[in-house]
Each structure stands twice: as structure tokens, then as C-alpha cells.
């Protein structure tokens, strides 16, 4: 999950240098694409799709809708909010998700991971606003965290519902019917962008944050994400979404980006503190 969150991460700070490069839509189209086939290509080699996993393909549309907002909405919000600043907008995810989950689940939240979620959120929000507090009581909202919010409300949603559409379906295939159904989502809804692109004279870290998004932070993630939940609680695969705006910070740094105000790191470290609450047993 270390690793996981790392590679998340990637997406962030590669994604704030490509997104106003390149339509959303577009890029993302092409990423699922990409993804859709490294998937596929590894169930071929190993269990293969069964065909009882094409019942109610509507299931997959359905999901792919959720995924792809959230995805499509991430590059929009990524082309004026701050790479840190938006890791920090992912790490309001998970409370949003323990919402949906008991409307949709009957999921009950236990007080320890209750009050670690409330942390993590209080630390996201420090990090949202950059540490100014006038800004957080006349609640100024920067356009692009705005628009990535609703991205993430999207994928809080898309969790349960996966729990609660999934008929038998091992994890891959399931992954794999949504991701190839947001693919031709994604090219129908994003058809025009894909014919205007120029993709002959697209710079290279357009190309780079495409396949860095289809290879690392989705094929390579979901399954470094499956390995860890057949291993770990779910409340501590959940928790190491708090550590994506710290390394995002490290991605920064190495791509030759300068440090986040010290005040910042004060929110972080409530996120990193939720963490540890978070991996404590109960």
C-alpha cells in the first residue's frame, strides 16, 4: 500500500504539467484504453473472462460513469489547483465513502475510525484552503478543488456501489468489465476532442503522463490494491490514501517543483496522524 500510494501520487503531479495540454476527456479516453488492454491481456494469460460475467453489462456502464467523472474531473480540476491541494481533496474520499456505504450498505463506522476519518478531513481542508484561516471562514473554494471535489464525490460513490452490484465476479474481471465499458464511454463521449487533438505534435509529458496513468496508477495499482485487501482490513488499505499529499510533495520536489508553505505541512500531519489511527487494531 506504500507503493500504492505512491504511484497515486504520480498521477497528481504528472497530471498538474499535462492537464492544460490536453482535454480531459481525450486523455483519458486513450488512458482507459491502454489500461483496458493490460488488464485484459493478463486475464487472457491467466483465468480468463467467463461468460457469466457479461450478465447486466448495464452494471459495468453504470460504475464506468462514477470512474470516469471522477477521472475526467480530476484533469479538469488539475489545470488550476495545486498538485498538493488536490492529493488533499482525495484524502476527503474515504469519509465521503463511509457515508454512501451506510446509505447504500448499512455500514457502521466504529468511534476510532470515526474520529481518525475526522481528522484526515480537518487535516485535508488546513491543506485545501493553504493554511489560511480567514479563507477557511468565508469558505473560498479555488475553482479547481471545486471541480476535482465533485470528481471524488463520484468515486465515494463508485466504492459501495461496486460491493453492491457485483454479482460473484472476481475482482480483475470486474475491474476489467468497468474499465472497457468507461473505454467506449469515455471515446463516445469524448469523440470530438479525440478527432481535434493533435496527437502528432502533443508534448512529451502529455505522452508520458498517459502512459504513467494507464500503466502505473491504474493497471499496476489495482493490483498492488488486490493483493493488499486480501491481506489487510479495509480500514487500513483505506488509511493509506492520507499519505498521497506527502508523497505528492516528494513527486514535486523531484520533478524540480518548490515546497508547499510550512504551515501547510501542519495539515499534513493530521493526515499522516489519521493514518496511524487508522492502522491501530482495535
Known sequence: MLAFSMLVAGSFALGALAANEITPTALNAVRFWIATGVVGVALLLTTGVPRAAGQAPWRYFLLAVFLCSYF???????????????????????????????????????PRIGFALFIGAAGAV?????????AILRFEVGRGEAIYFMGCAAHALYTPLVRKLNR????????FGVMLAGSIL???????DLAATDWASLPAIVWLTILYTAVFA??????LLQFAAMRLPSSKVMAYTYLVPSWVIVWALALGGAPPPALVLAGLGLTIWALVLLLREE
Open 186 to 192: 469515455l471515446t463516445v463521449w469524448g469523440w470530438r
Open 126 to 134: 488546513w491543506v485545501i484552503f493553504r493554511a489560511d484561516v480567514a
Open 72 to 110: 475526467v474531473l480530476m484533469f479538469e480540476g488539475l489545470k488550476t489547483a495545486p498538485p498538493v491541494s488536490a492529493a488533499a481533496v482525495f484524502t476527503l474520499t474515504p469519509i465521503m465513502a463511509a457515508g454512501f456505504g451506510w446509505l447504500l450498505l448499512g455500514q457502521r463506522l466504529t
Open 168 to 175: 460473484g465476479e472476481s475482482a480483475a474481471v470486474f475491474s
Open 218 to 223: 491504474s493497471a499496476s495499482t489495482f493490483v
